[in-house]
């Protein structure tokens, strides 16, 4: 299958080498230095410490014309607004969003006679430069369909599984997103505040009671079960991605702007809404605002 790939960081560069061992990926980047970089280098993955490198299609986005079959959006939350022009009426390709956070679906929503599936990615993926990804933990990509039934389209990115890279089907988009929620909510910014890697916050058991206490919060919020399935999955994610350091981190150290108003922006305005107090919760988003600040200084 034909696939465009809208974002050349860590998780469109990591998308990119995956399925373009069963399919024909292009990649959709913003500065034509990417773009060149990538056609005349290829792509480097690394892994465990192992880099393979491969050609790849890489064009700038103002080329895109959506004649793929399947585009890819794999930009960050704050990103999106600089796409809206490219999701019209007519177009012959379907979306797949994969951002983290519950922020997008209020654009998405907007969007009409376009099919769309939703996307959770629980892998770890640090980009290195322009052509040079890390895959910094092993998990796996759920899809849910969002916009438009998609069956025979989602039955072939399933059929793009491999072992280091599998797909699942998710039927109910609502529940799919708003657990990885939970826990973009807790990892991300407790990491991003202590600048330590998702592993720690459960190996240190300091760390861990501060965990619980956002689980229970979030719990409430999001009308998640309350039996211990919503701990044990936060808990899976950080023993996955054991090593990674978050994106919020990652954002943070290096001045950019965070997607903290799409993951905790969006959880206190529900809690606003249901008149729920989640003052732990809260203290953190005003922290991570107080480093995007620091940082743009
Ligand atoms: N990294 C991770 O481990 C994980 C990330 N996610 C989620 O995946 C999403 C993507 O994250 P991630 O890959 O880390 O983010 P990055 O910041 O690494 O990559 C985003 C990319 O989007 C590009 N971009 C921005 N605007 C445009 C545009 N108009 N046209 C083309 N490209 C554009 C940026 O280009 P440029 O660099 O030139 O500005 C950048 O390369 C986020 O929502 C994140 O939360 C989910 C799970 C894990
Ligand atoms: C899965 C996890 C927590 C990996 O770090 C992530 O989604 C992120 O960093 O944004």
Redesign the pocket.
């Known amino acids: 299958m034909k696939i465009g790939i809208i974002g050349g960081g860590s998780i469109g560069l990591l998308f990119a080498h995956y399925l373009n061992n069963n399919n024909d990926v292009s990649v959709y980047v913003r500065t034509q230095d990417q773009a060149e970089m990538l056609a005349s280098e290829g792509l480097v993955l690394q892994k465990d410490g192992v880099s393979s490198c491969n050609p790849i299609n890489a064009y700038t986005i103002d080329q895109w014309s959506g004649s793929e079959e399947l585009t890819i959006i794999a930009v960050k939350q704050y990103h999106l607004s600089t796409l809206k022009h490219l999701f019209k009426k007519n177009i012959k390709t379907s979306f797949l969003f994969l951002q983290?956070g519950m922020g997008h679906l209020k654009l998405l929503d907007d969007i009409n006679e376009i099919t769309i599936l939703l996307g959770v990615?629980?892998h770890?993926a640090l980009k290195v430069n322009g052509n040079k990804v890390i895959h910094t933990?092993a998990g796996i990509t759920k899809i849910a369909d969002f916009k438009g039934k998609q069956q025979s389209l989602i039955q072939r990115i399933i059929a793009s599984s491999t072992e280091d890279f599998p797909f699942d089907y998710v039927s109910d988009y609502y529940s799919m997103l708003s657990q990885k929620l939970l826990?973009?909510a807790v990892?991300?910014p407790i990491t991003a505040v202590l600048k330590v890697t998702?592993g720690e916050l459960i190996h240190n058991n300091f760390y861990f009671q501060v965990v619980k206490q956002m689980v229970k919060e979030l719990t409430l919020v999001l009308q998640l079960e309350n039996d211990g399935s919503a701990l044990a999955y936060v808990e899976s994610?950080c023993e996955k991605?054991s090593e990674?350091r978050?994106?919020?981190l990652k954002d943070i150290e290096e001045g950019r702007p965070t997607e903290v108003d799409a993951i905790l922006g969006y959880v206190l305005t529900v809690a606003n809404e249901n008149r729920l107090e989640i003052p732990i919760t809260e203290g953190f988003y005003q922290l991570i605002k107080g480093l995007e600040l620091k940082g743009a200084k």
């Open positions: 983290n990615v629980e770890g933990g826990a973009n990892i991300n998702n994610i991605t990674n978050s994106s919020m």
